[in-house]
């Protein structure tokens, strides 16, 4: 395991409409240190807990009842009553075929947990949202965590408008 994380101040919201799959991931967070674990198994219920507020991590499946996990995103990101657009997200799914990791990263979402997973797989994105978070790109279309992971140089025309490897003046 990466680094060694305190998860006993993180306050989390899993969504999960399988039972199951709920307990198991609320058993996890526990073992890792968490006190503090809401679980619900639909959208409407997830979106009571986040307008209370009190919530850090969300950890959603891609398939929740009512509305999905990428519409979850969405509200977090991008409605004026969010109470916090950075808060980081973690897709729990068995969809974990391209066109849903696509998806979900164009929705926002900060990471993607393929199921079935392991621990450590989970403790890995858990450690990148907490100690390494990407920073955030607000865009037409697009408000969420920047989605190069590679910070590599790049010598071609630049076509962006601004040069990302400019140094501030």
């Not at 450590?120 to 607000?138: E, G, H, N, Q, T």
């Not at 969420?144 to 140094?167: I, L, S, T």
Request: aromatic letters at 8%; one cysteine or more; proline letters at 8%.
């Amino acid at each position: 395991m990466p680094e060694k994380i305190d998860f006993s101040k993180i306050r989390f919201l899993i969504c999960d409409p399988n039972a199951l799959s709920l307990t198991m991931l609320g058993d996890i967070l526990s073992m890792l240190g968490a006190n503090y674990v809401r679980r619900v198994n639909d959208f409407e219920k997830a979106m009571g807990v986040l307008k209370e507020g009190n919530i850090d991590i969300v950890i959603t499946e891609y398939d929740l009842p009512v509305e999905g996990g990428n519409k979850l995103c969405d509200y977090i990101r991008n409605d004026p009553a969010s109470r916090d657009r950075l808060m980081p997200v973690i897709m729990l799914t068995a969809r974990s075929e391209e066109q849903y990791v696509i998806e979900a990263r164009d929705h926002g979402v900060n990471e993607f947990v393929a199921k079935p997973y392991t621990v450590d797989s989970l403790y890995k994105r858990l450690s990148s949202v907490i100690a390494y978070p990407r920073p955030f790109i607000s865009a037409p279309g697009y408000f969420g965590p920047d989605r190069r992971r590679k910070q590599m140089p790049f010598n071609g025309k630049e076509r962006r408008g601004v040069d990302p490897n400019a140094k501030p003046s």
